[in-house]
Nanobody
Framework: VQLQASGGGLVQAGGSLRLSCAASERTFSRWFMAWFRQAPGKEREFVAAISWSNLAIRYADSVKGRFTISSDNGENTVYLQMNGLEPEDTAVYYC????????????????WGKGTLVTVSS
């Protein structure tokens, strides 16, 4: 499975962006998709995850209430709607996929896309 993330850019604090992650092939309901992010000088951290069936969703505490993850099975695409962006959200955002469970662990995902940069100015 190849993943392509897009939608990053420069936005002012309080603004919104929507990231997209397109999968190269149709995946099945048992697959899970996730977003991680990596800020300069920091470890890559979990943001949100979802099952293709949309029955399982989880968020990092730092983004709850501001970010929404969703999936469009017909388009093989997962989205991350980011509202109320803060300078602390500045990072390269990566999408990831695998079978298994709705995990916040990097090690749970074997397939990764190239990142898309989100910059939030104060």
């Amino acid at each position: 499975v190849q993943l392509q993330a897009s939608g990053g850019g420069l936005v002012q604090a309080g603004g919104s962006l929507r990231l997209s992650c397109a999968a190269s092939e149709r995946t099945f309901s048992r697959w899970f998709m996730a977003w991680f992010r990596q800020a300069p000088g920091k470890e890559r951290e979990f943001v949100a995850a979802i099952s293709w069936s949309n029955l399982a969703i989880r968020y990092a505490d730092s983004v709850k209430g501001r970010f929404t993850i969703s999936s469009d099975n017909g388009e093989n695409t997962v989205y991350l709607q980011m509202n109320g962006l803060e300078p602390e959200d500045t990072a390269v955002y990566y999408c990831a996929a695998d079978l298994g469970r709705c995990s916040f662990l990097r090690s749970a995902y074997r397939f990764w896309g190239k990142g898309t940069l989100v910059t939030v100015s104060s």
